[in-house]
């Protein structure tokens, strides 16, 4: 008897939301695509299938999409990696040296 084994891959998501544009809905998009696509902001009205329009900020689902959270990741990512530079840096720099380039003080 052969074992099954099931897929580790992530199941698609499905394009449910719709962004509010020039007087119309325009969609049905995947959240990646209300970013990439239609380039959301914390203003931008959108509703997932037949609910509600709401701003994009008012949705804790789509706050990792919007372009403020992007930045602030990309920071976050940016000062670990400058932080850690140093931080090898630092333990790679001679201790007590007293001369600078062959100067005494």
Do not use: C, D
């Not at 695509?33 to 949705?59: F, S």
């Amino acid at each position: 008897m052969k074992s099954v084994r099931r897929s580790t891959q992530p199941t698609p998501e499905v394009p449910q939301w719709y962004v509010f544009r020039s007087g119309e809905a325009k969609g049905p998009y995947t959240k990646l695509q209300l970013w990439e696509i239609q380039e959301i902001t914390a203003r931008t009205k959108v509703r997932r299938g037949e609910a509600e329009w709401q701003r994009a900020g008012e949705i804790p689902e789509l706050a990792s999409y919007l372009p403020h959270s992007k930045i602030r990741q990309l920071n976050n990512s940016l000062s670990k990696k400058f932080s850690a530079t140093v931080t090898q840096s630092a333990r790679k720099a001679p201790r007590n040296s007293t001369k600078l380039n062959g100067l005494r003080g």
